[in-house]
């Protein structure tokens, strides 16, 4: 016999009252969201991001950053997350089961979050403690330095619920001060303006943040991101091998990470080159503090500019290599698809001429920060400079973002670092 017609897929869906031995799970949760065919194959494996073209109706028209359900076109759960009508990205799933998101939900996740750093980074004092999606609560980046703790969200359910996410933090880790830098660009297509000030405590001046055992000056109120790359940490000491006791130049310097590593493990001197006058400053003081400014030399240039002004030749002359290593560590050359070329074209030419400052046996550690560029591009990019100059390189090193920023192979959005070292073979 079939089912009447206010039992069929069209049914009007009633609030929904559940309960659980688990002190979170217990909600009302009013509205479900529900997916066209074939839109589900995606949020089952894992990623969290419903799309708003992905949808096929919504049982009532929810708030934005209400806590929804979300069930495929055939009507089975999918999970829970936060809608918003003003983002592209719908819906942002938080768990394949029915929850509700009060202090309790955050603390259990974050303390999950930490103790994966606890394993994967044990003797780290500063690390990314909550990476967004690939911590499943999208939307929201939390990052220890040291006492101090940096927020970060980029999302309308986040951050209608920071009150719950600061009192989790501060009932955890009991820091000195608990930040917001919320001021990323991405805010606006969630309805948000930028947000920045001290959620709890006092922080006056800069933290002196200590990376595999050396300390460096962090200004994490005004400072780039949340205050430096912790994402670079394992690869700063795993590069510095590769240091000896040569010459190394360090492009991109930033505030010294791969450059002090360096000088540490024994390199006789390291060029390190900035734009930013501040951080070149603030290198100088990271290498004085560290008692490495008789090893070091700063230089405050756009590395473009620098690298072809020393590659520089006359016609039937060629570039005298001069160093041992060279790290590349530049900012992202794109933040979408479309410039993708025009960002290779960028990472060719700096490997073009870094490799003609490279001397044979030397070694080339190089990085991409952009997600949209692949791995594959990458290496075929550097490869492709390495044949315009004729060397014939050997890989000895690959590298991804450190273990505090985890990678969920299923979430691509999670993996955006890449990096290799090249030794010139010939």
């Not at 209400?66 to 999918?78: A, G, M, N, T």
């Not at 920071?162 to 660009?185: G, H, N, T, Y």
């Not at 001290?198 to 780039?224: C, M, Q, R, W, Y």
């Not at 990019?381 to 505090?404: C, E, K």
Request: one cysteine or more.
């Amino acid at each position: 016999m079939g089912l009447p017609a206010s039992h069929s897929s069209e049914m009007i869906f009633f609030p929904l009252l559940i309960a659980a031995s688990s002190p979170h799970l217990f909600t009302i949760m009013e509205t479900t969201v529900l997916l066209k065919p074939g839109e589900a194959d995606r949020i089952v494996a894992g990623h969290p991001w419903v799309y708003s073209n992905e949808i096929q109706r919504i049982t009532q028209p929810p708030a934005d950053g209400e806590l929804v359900q979300v069930k495929d076109s055939r009507l089975r759960l999918l999970g829970s997350g936060f809608f918003n009508s003003k983002s592209k990205i719908a819906v942002r799933i938080l768990s394949p089961e029915r929850i509700e998101t009060n202090e309790s939900f955050f603390e259990e996740r974050i303390r999950a979050a930490l103790a994966i750093r606890q394993k994967h980074l044990p003797a780290a004092t500063s690390f990314r403690v909550v990476n967004a999606e690939s911590d499943f609560l999208s939307g929201l980046i939390v990052d220890k330095y040291e006492d101090v703790l940096v927020v970060q969200i980029s999302s309308l359910g986040m951050d209608q619920r920071k009150s719950l996410i600061v009192a989790a933090l501060q009932k955890m880790f009991s820091p000195r001060a608990i930040l917001e830098r919320s001021d990323m660009a991405s805010r606006k297509f969630e309805g948000l303006t930028e947000a920045n000030g001290i959620f709890t405590g006092e922080l006056a001046g800069p933290v002196s943040v200590n990376l595999n055992g050396l300390k460096f000056e962090t200004d994490l109120v005004g400072g780039h991101k949340t205050g430096m790359y912790l994402d670079q940490q394992a690869n700063y000491q795993a590069v510095s091998q590769f240091a000896g006791s040569g010459q190394v130049l360090d492009c991109f310097s930033f505030l010294g990470g791969f450059g002090l590593h360096a000088a540490r493990a024994g390199a006789a001197h390291v060029h390190l080159l900035d734009q930013s006058a501040e951080a070149i400053e603030a290198s100088k003081r990271n290498a004085a503090a560290n008692g490495l400014a008789a090893q070091c030399s700063f230089e405050t240039v756009n590395v473009f500019d620098w690298l072809k002004a020393n590659t520089a030749v006359k016609p039937h002359e060629r570039v005298i290599p001069r160093f041992d290593c060279i790290i590349l560590d530049p900012p992202s050359f794109t933040r979408n698809r479309a410039s993708v070329p025009d960002a290779l074209r960028g990472y060719k030419e700096i490997h073009l001429r870094a490799l003609k400052l490279l001397k044979a046996g030397g070694t080339l550690a190089t990085f991409c920060c952009s997600h949209h560029v692949s791995t594959e591009f990458f290496q075929d990019t550097l490869l492709s400079a390495a044949y315009d100059t004729r060397h014939i390189l050997r890989r000895v090193g690959t590298y991804a973002q450190s273990p505090d920023h985890p990678i969920i192979p299923m979430i691509p959005e999670t993996e955006y670092l890449k990096g290799f070292a090249f030794e010139v073979v010939r």
